[in-house]
C-alpha cells in the first residue's frame, strides 16, 4: 500500500454498526432485541434453581450463553451511545438514549446478580464436578469470581434493590456530574470554549493565557462547587452505604477486587513511589528555572519549555506510529493499519465534542473507535497511540470466550500505555535538533509526574474524602482543604500555586462504575514499563509472548500474571523500582540536555 498519498479521515464512521446516528431506526431495532433477549434470560433465570449435580451443567451453560448473548448486545449499545454522547455534546436524543441502556443494563444486572447467586449456592462438591464440564472448565476463574463475589454480598432480592434503586439514587448522580460540565462554557479571547477546549489551552507557550484561563476555570468551577459538592457527597454516601449493607468495612475492598489485586500490591506499588520523588521535584524545580520562575504552579505543568516546532498533520502522525509499530511487531502495525483505513477514529478539532480520549468496543462487530481531538501536537500522537493500545488488546482476546475478555482498568492501561512508549521513545530517538528532542524527553516526563503525582494525589484525596464521608457530608472547605494537602504532599511541596476544585474539575471522582479510577492508571504505567522493558531485551521476537500476555489479562489476577509472563513477584517494591528507573533515566536526560 502506497503511504505517500493517503489521506485517513478525521471523522469515526459509526453508521456500519447503526445507520442515522441518535435517530437510527437499526439502534431502536437492537434496543428491542436486546430487552426481548434480557426478558427472555430473565424468565429462564427466575426459574433457575441451584445445581443439585452435574447433570445440571449443560443447563447451566445454556444459561451463562443466554446472559453472554445480552452482554454483548449491550456493550454494543453502550459503546454506541457513548460515541453520540463524546461527538456532540448537544446530542439530546443521546441523553435520553443513555437513560434507556442504564436502565436495560440495570435490569438485567439485576436477574444476572440473582443467577449468580442461585449458582454459587450450591454445594461445594457439585461446583467442582461442574467445573469439570468441558465447556464451563474454560471459565474456571471467572466462575469462580462470581461463587467468591457471591457470597460477599446481599441476599439476591436486596441486591435486586440496591440495583434498582442506584439507577436514580447513584448513577442519576454520576449523569449530573456530565450535565453541569456540559453547561460550562469559558470565555476566552472572545471566544466561547467548552471545558475540554480550555483545558488544551493550559498547554499554552504564553504564561499570560495559561493563568489567565486557569483562573476562569477555577472561577467557573467555584461557581458550580455547591451542585460538585453535593453530587460527590450523594455518590460516597451511596457506595459507603451500600459497603456498610454488604458488611463491608475495608474501604479498598471493592476497587482492589475489581482491579484483581492485593493490598500488598498497591501498597508495593505507593511506597516505590514515595521514596523516589526527588528526582521528579528535580524535574520541576529546572522546568521552573526555565520558564523563569522560582516555582511552578500548578497552570506551568503542561507549559512547553522548548519550542518543539514539530507539529504533525494527522496523516503524518498516523504514519509515524505504524511506522513504530511495525518495529515492534506485525500484528500490531496491521491491526492499526485497518484502524486507520476504516475510519475507527474520531479525531476531527471541533467545538461541541466531548473533552479527553477513549477507546470502546463493538463486539458484535468485532471492532473499537477511538475518540479524542488531535490538534498536531506530539502529545496528540502520543494519545492516538495509547487508545490504540486499548483496542489492540481487545484485538489481542478475540480468541477468548466472551466471559475471559472482561479484564479489569490496572490491566487494560497496560496494552495503552505499552503502545504509547513505543511511539514516545522513538520520536525521542528520532528528534532533529536539541530543541526537539527537550520537548520529547519532557512530554514523556510529563506523564511520569501524572502517574507518580498528580494520581498519587488524587488516590490521597479521594482515600480521606471516604473517611472523612464515613462522619458526615464534607463541605465544599473541606473538600477544597483535603485536594490541597495532597497535593502538597504528592508533589513533595514542589509547587507554588496549586489546584483546590481539582475535586470538582475530574470527571474520574464521579465515575459510578467504579471507585477509585486512579491508582489503575498508575498500575498500568509501571507495568507496561517493566514489559517494555523485557521487550527491549528479547527485541522482535516479543509480539507473540506480549499477546499472550494481553490474552490471559481476564482470566488471572494481576499477581499470577506477573509471575507467570514476567516471573516477578509485584508485592515487592523492587519490582515497581525497575520501571521507575526508566522514568528517573528520562529526568537525568532532561536535566543534562537543559543545563
Known sequence: MDHTTHTYSTVWNLDVFFQGGSESQEFRNHLDTLEKKKNDFAENALAFHPPQSANDAELVWKLI??????????RQAGAFVSCLEAQNMHDRKAD?????????SADFSSTFTKFQQQLSDCREEVWEELLKHDRLSEITFVLNEWRHKAKDKLSSSEESLIGALAVDGYHGWGQMYDTIVGAMDITHDGKSLSVGQANNLLSSPDPKTRKEVFDKLENAWEQNEELFARTLNHLGGFRLNVYKKRGWDELMKEPLEYNRMKQETLDAMWGAISKNKKPFVQYLDRKAK????DK????????PVAESTSTMSYDEG?????KQFARFGSEMAQFAEKAFEDEWIEAEDRSGKRPGGFCTSFPLSDQSRIFMTYSGSMSNVSTLAHELGHAFHSYALK????????????VAETASTFAEMIVADAAVKEAETKEEKIALVEDKLQRSVAFFMNIHARFLFETRFYEARKKGVVSVDTLNDLMVEAQK????DSLGEVHPRFWASKLHFYITGVPFYNFPYTFGYLFSL?????????????????????????????EDLAMKHLGEDITKEAFWQKGINLCIADVEEFLELTK
Not at 450463553?65 to 449491550?74: I, R, S, W
Not at 435520553?96 to 436495560?104: G, I, M, P
Open 65 to 74: 450463553d443466554e446472559a453472554k448473548d445480552v452482554m454483548l448486545y449491550l
Open 96 to 104: 435520553a438514549l443513555r437513560s434507556e441502556v442504564t436502565t436495560l
Open 290 to 293: 526555565l520558564i523563569g520562575k
Open 296 to 303: 511552578l504552579d500548578w497552570y506551568d505543568m503542561d507549559a
Open 318 to 322: 498516523a504514519k509515524f506510529i505504524l
Open 399 to 410: 480468541p477468548m470466550h466472551t466471559l475471559n475478555r472482561n479484564y479489569a482498568m490496572n
Open 489 to 492: 504532599e504528592a508533589f513533595a
Open 530 to 558: 517493566s514489559i517494555y522493558a523485557k521487550a527491549l531485551e528479547s527485541g522482535e521476537s516479543y509480539e507473540e509472548k506480549y499477546m499472550a500476555l494481553l490474552r490471559d489479562t481476564a482470566v488471572m489476577n494481576v
